[in-house]
Structure formats: C-alpha cells, structure tokens
C-alpha cells in the first residue's frame, strides 16, 4: 500500500485528489485547518489518518511526516491561502498580510518537502499546486501570483537538485471552489468546472513516469497522458 500526504484536504481540490488515491489503494495522511470538516469527510476511514492544523507550523509538518511513516511515495502541497479579499493592487498590499501568503503557499511546501525528504522513497512523486496567476500578470493577482510564481522556482529547482525523483507543479486550471469564489467576491462562478475535472491530470502524474517539469493538469487529461 502506497503512502501519500495530501494537505488541503477537507475541500475542493484536496478532497478530490485524495478520495481518488484511496479508491486505488493509497494510505495517506491528509490536513487542514478546519477540524470539523476533516471530521466531516475522513472520519471512519481506515486508510487516511486526518490531522488539524497548519502547514505554515512547523511542528505540525513533522506531525505530518512522522504519522506518514519510514517511507512516503507522494507528497501534495495543495493547501494555499488566497489572502485579502478582494485581492488588493500591490501598491496597497499590506506587507504583513504579505507575509501571511508567502509563508503559507511558497515557505510552509517547501518546509514540508525538507522534513519528508528523508522518508520519501527512491521515485517518489512531490506535486506543488500552482496557478496561471504564477506566470500571468493579472491585475489584482500580484500577492497570490508572486507566491505561486516563488513556488514554482523553488519546484524547478529541488527537481534539479534531485534527479531521481518527480517533481511537479502542477497548474489545475480554474475550478468552482471556495477560495476561487474568494477570489471573485459576489461573482457567480457556477460556470467553472468542479475540481474533479483536474483530478485524471494529476493521477496521470502521480502513476505515471512523466519528467519533473510544470504541467496543465486539464492538458495532461485532454490527451489522456
């Protein structure tokens, strides 16, 4: 039984990586911060263990590596944070909310990704959740994004300190999700795809054997890598 952790994954795109990953025989070890809805969602699970928290601590990513065991075969940072909305114009970003995002979307993977290391096995998968906001300027989108984009530099740069892993970013495209919604305050955002569209994408590069690299996870699923 491989073993996986899955942060984020009470909701939305979390949740539906990890239920696809325990219909194929995964173990994992999924968070986030809301209790209740981890409760809500994993409780009887015999193959997930769930843990409240936040990936910014990091006392709380060691609990996360040590409950995943002596070897770990993939590793998902999906927990991010939007930060202010609606998203303000970086000429009025407050640095210290600044800060907030930095830590918890492009500081707290990486952390995690330095304390599972030890235990990751020889050709074990790390997917980093990423955004066209990383390689777009949006206007509006320059806290959000410059993480994202950091994310994606610190990602290109462990798979080349460490070949003999895959290592991902992965963009999941727009999705109807609760940080999407936060993104557009009052906006109807029922004509995005639900975050289970993303999920054949990512599968694709969980099991499979596709090159460390930035990847769509919808262009992945369109030609059915």
């Not at 968070?31 to 409780?43: I, P, T, Y």
């Not at 994606?152 to 070949?163: N, R, S």
């Amino acid at each position: 039984m491989p073993t996986g952790i899955v942060t984020g994954a009470s909701r939305g795109l979390g949740l539906a990586l990890s239920r696809a990953l325990v219909d194929r025989g995964w173990k994992l070890v999924v968070d986030a911060r809301g209790g209740e809805a981890l409760v809500r969602e994993w409780d009887g699970v015999a193959s997930v263990v769930a843990l409240e928290g936040d990936v910014a601590d990091a006392w709380h990513r060691g609990a996360l590596v040590a409950a995943a065991g002596e070897r770990i075969d993939l590793l998902v940072n999906n927990a991010s944070v939007l930060g202010p909305s609606p998203q303000p114009a970086l000429a009025d970003y407050p640095l210290d909310v600044l800060r907030l995002v930095y830590e918890a979307n492009t500081l707290a993977p990486l952390g995690l990704v330095q304390a599972a290391l030890p235990a990751l096995a020889p050709d074990a998968r790390i997917v980093n959740l990423t955004s066209d906001a990383a390689v777009e300027a949006y206007d509006g989108w320059g806290g959000y994004g410059s993480s994202k984009a950091a994310l994606e530099q610190l990602t290109a740069v462990l798979a080349a300190e460490h070949p003999a892993l895959r290592i991902y970013a992965v963009d999941p495209g727009d999705m109807r999700t609760q940080m999407h919604q936060e993104a557009f305050p009052g906006e109807d955002i029922s004509d995005r795809s639900p975050p289970e569209v993303a999920v054949p994408g990512l599968l694709a590069l969980v099991e499979g054997d596709l090159p460390s690299g930035r990847y769509a996870a919808r262009e992945l699923s369109a030609v059915g890598v």
